[in-house]
């Protein structure tokens, strides 16, 4: 079932999306050769902490004895999504992928950003930059009076012109007093399909986008999700509202 949120409802989204934009505004300082992935999750989980809000993602999932252990899902080079952090240090020229969630007041923000470490290939500038520009391509399509397969198609054309492909196992989603809800939002798709956008809608659109091949696989740690080919990934994430005209991005950061 579709949520339509009402105006108080969304004042909470704001809420709690502006500690998800602050969250990735923390890690982003702290990313540099030599720096564990656990200790990003350790700067994430104190800043979700202190805004008096909870990490989403910690203790996720649908396998009880695989639950998800961390604040932040840290992902690197052909890691797509879901990667663990750990005692892996980030080294120069890496693309770090970091996808953040937080709950406040019972409403959800989800939001992604992939990083540069230092200087990094012209292959990985570009698609960080491709994949940052069909997020906001698909945002420009989630209008009230649209389908959710109008954002989808936008996202696909634009990066599948740039050279690029978009992962097919993984979708965006609609947000609010759960972190997944209805409907799903893939970044591939066609015109007209899929659910109507109604104003008061909160999704959250997702590319992930793979410098080769769309196939990915899935890790023994059943999170982390890799390319097929090695290739790397990159990752934007915004949760927005459906609104007159222009949609609200939640998670947008004021810094």
């Given amino acids: 079932m579709i949520s339509v949120k009402t105006p108080r409802e ?53 396998d009880r004895k695989n639950l998800f252990p961390a604040t932040v899902c840290l992902s690197l080079d052909d890691q797509v999504v879901h990667g663990i952090p750990g005692p892996r240090k980030i080294e120069e020229g890496q693309l770090v992928s970091v996808d953040v969630g937080a709950i406040k007041n019972g409403y959800y923000g989800d939001a992604a950003k992939t990083f540069a470490v230092g200087t990094v290939t012209d292959e ?51 947000i609010g007093t759960k972190l997944h809800e209805d409907p799903p939002v893939p970044n591939y798709g066609k015109r007209g399909r899929g659910p109507l956008l109604r104003n008061g809608m909160t999704i959250a659109i997702e590319p992930m986008v793979n410098a080769g091949s769309y196939r990915v696989y899935t890790a023994r740690d059943g999170w982390t999700v890799y390319t097929s080919d090695g290739k790397p990934s990159a990752h934007f994430e915004h949760t927005v509202v459906i609104t007159d005209g222009k949609p609200e991005i939640l998670t947008l950061s004021n810094g």
Avoid: C, W
Wanted: glycine share 12%.
């Fill in 10 to 62: 969304v004042e909470l989204m704001r809420e709690v999306g502006a500690v998800v934009a602050g969250i990735l505004d923390t890690v982003e300082k702290a990313i540099k050769p030599g720096v564990t992935t656990k200790e990003l999750d350790e700067i994430a989980e104190d800043y979700v902490l202190s805004q008096g809000a909870k990490p989403a993602f910690k203790g996720y999932g649908f």
């Fill in 124 to 174: 990985k500038k570009k698609l960080m930059e491709v994949t940052e520009k069909a997020l906001y391509i698909g945002i420009e399509n989630a209008v009230g009076g649209n389908h959710v397969e109008d954002i989808s198609q936008a996202v696909q054309d634009y990066v599948e012109e740039n050279g690029f492909s978009v992962v097919r196992d993984l979708v965006g989603h609609g």
